[in-house]
């Protein structure tokens, strides 16, 4: 991709953040957060 092409996601994923803190006190970034983990101790159990 193009250095535009960056900047512009990058913006993009910086806003939803934003968004998510300034108007859902930051529940889906915990929400997707905590999946994260849970994904990660499920790939260690298989592991």
């Not at 994904?39 to 592991?47: D, I, N, Q």
Request: net charge positive; hydrophobic share 70%; no cysteine.
């Amino acid at each position: 991709m193009a250095d535009r092409a960056w900047l512009i996601l990058g913006l993009a994923i910086a806003g939803a953040i934003a968004a998510d803190a300034l108007l859902n006190d930051g529940r889906a970034l915990v929400f997707l957060g905590n999946r994260f983990l849970q994904l990660l101790w499920w790939l260690a159990f298989w592991r």
